[in-house]
């Protein structure tokens, strides 16, 4: 398997446009989890679904941030618009189960200038 | 609240044991974590304790003591390329997302 996919790996944006983080989860997979990590605030899971439904937002750090997940292997982050303190390294995981492992895709470094 | 202790940093020699601690204080519990993550790289899945004791795979070991509220990650015969950043995780109640741990830097000299 080709283990969870992202893209872009890089995307460097300036302030006021709208960022969108891609993620495909590994297949059969029902779980996926979108996190951010900076070193001041370390790893803060955003968004959580569960068979494609958003279980637990509560971490989305206000309206500019909305995720999508359309279907099974497709989902989506968006932040529009985007600001310098969004800067981090973004992580989609997938989980063949609420209670497993999380797997990792490779994450996507933004930054906001 | 919810919270997770480890700590900030850990150094060893090659051929070395080491332990990294984690502690927990959440409203439930429904199992334990730990993922590896090197510079720059994304965590990687290591384990998963549900109940007490000892699981072990290959050189890593992990242990869970609930009434303590309690766990670490052992890792033997260290190697350089084990250093990395090591995180604990708890999902405090059965389908809840896993709370994350700020993380271990571990370094491994010659």
């Known amino acids: 398997d080709a283990g969870v996919i992202q893209s872009p790996r890089h995307e460097v944006t300036e302030m006021g446009q709208e960022v969108t983080l891609r993620c495909k989860p590994i297949s059969g997979h029902n779980s996926l989890f979108w996190y951010r990590q900076t070193m001041m605030r370390g790893l803060e899971l955003l968004i959580y679904?569960?068979?494609?439904?958003?279980?637990?937002d509560s971490g989305m750090p206000e309206d500019r941030f909305s995720a999508k997940m359309p279907n099974a292997s497709f989902s989506t982050l968006k932040i529009q618009p985007s600001e310098p303190r969004d800067s981090a390294v973004y992580f989609c995981?997938?989980?063949?189960?609420?209670?497993?492992?999380?797997?990792f895709g490779p994450g996507t470094r933004l930054t906001v200038t | 609240g919810q919270s997770l202790e480890q700590p900030s940093e850990v150094t060893a020699v090659e051929g070395a044991i080491v332990q990294i601690n984690c502690t927990y204080q959440?409203?439930?519990?429904?199992?334990l974590s730990w993922y590896q993550q090197h510079d720059g790289g994304a965590p990687t899945f290591l384990s998963y304790?549900?109940?007490?004791g000892l699981e072990e795979t290959g050189r890593f070991s992990s242990f869970l003591s609930r009434s303590d509220s309690y766990g670490y990650l052992l890792l033997q015969e260290l190697q350089m390329k084990d250093s990395a950043s090591y995180f604990c995780?708890?999902?405090?109640?059965?389908?809840?997302?896993?709370?994350f741990g700020k993380g271990t830097t571990l370094s491994v000299s010659s």
């Open positions: 995981a997938s989980s063949p189960g609420r209670d497993f492992g999380q797997y």
């Open positions: 304790n549900a109940l007490d």
């Open positions: 679904f569960n068979n494609n439904v958003p279980i637990d």
């Open positions: 959440t409203s439930g519990f429904y199992g």
């Open positions: 995780a708890v999902r405090g109640q059965a389908g809840t997302a896993l709370i």
